[in-house]
């Protein structure tokens, strides 16, 4: 099977430390995982992928088989890991999720952005996908909250900078009300360790550097749409 841009919350377990980095390519045998930690070349490491309230975690023994170093200041490094499924449960799930057919329901997105340029991106990038990924987009966080409280977002997309609080407090707001502490959170930022410390911290599943590749995203979703169960 080809590899498949997939981004899914990695947490990667090693000498009684665990890391929270995100794959980029995915296949039933191996993943490249960017991670902000460099793990010699054959060192086994215990590997759990994930995506709220759509992929359940799944659970592999790894083995770091390459390394790539990280491009520029701030970004993150990446590791490709071969895998071995610790249950067959585990290799369905894989199996499922490579395999699955996007579904025509709706999946509703809320994307948090100060740059009028990103928002476009994201809003036009959603309406040439198969599935029917809806993108709302607003600049600044108070707006985020008030759509919040009304509609059901699948998805929470924030920007670590913006012009009348930080992404990070939004998250923490966002985790901290029960109506709304359920729903997936991705950081994103150019603000490399600094901005990805704080958004995980603040409860982001997954952080991504800018630029960020958002077919990859909304492939992602589209395969995440057909493990979904109506009514979910």
Known sequence: MEEVPTLLRAELAHAGRKFVGHTTVLTPSTSFVRIDEEIELGTPVELELSFRNALRPLRFRAVVTAQRRAAGPGELAGLWL????????????????????????????????????????????????????????????????????????????VDH????????????????????????????????????????????????????????????LERLSGLVQEGS
Not at 137 to 145: G, L, P, S, T
Request: hydrophobic fraction near 50%; include cysteine; glycine fraction near 4%.
């Open 82 to 157: 071969s895998l071995d499924a610790c249950s067959a449960e585990d290799a369905e799930g894989l199996r499922s999720l490579l395999e699955a057919t996007p579904k025509e329901r709706a999946m509703r997105v809320l994307l948090v952005e100060d740059s009028a340029i990103t928002r476009e991106v994201f809003v036009h990038a959603s309406t040439v996908v198969k599935s029917a990924i809806q993108v709302d987009a607003v600049n600044d966080a108070e707006r985020a909250w008030a759509l919040l409280q009304t509609t059901p977002y699948q998805l929470l997309v």
């Open 161 to 220: 900078f913006l012009e009348s609080s930080s992404g990070a407090d939004l998250v923490a707001r966002v985790r901290a009300e029960p109506a709304t502490q359920a729903i997936a959170i991705l950081g994103i930022s150019v603000g490399g360790k600094v901005a990805r410390d704080a958004m995980l911290s603040a409860g982001a599943d997954v952080f991504l550097d800018k630029p960020v590749r958002v077919r990859d995203l909304l492939a992602t």
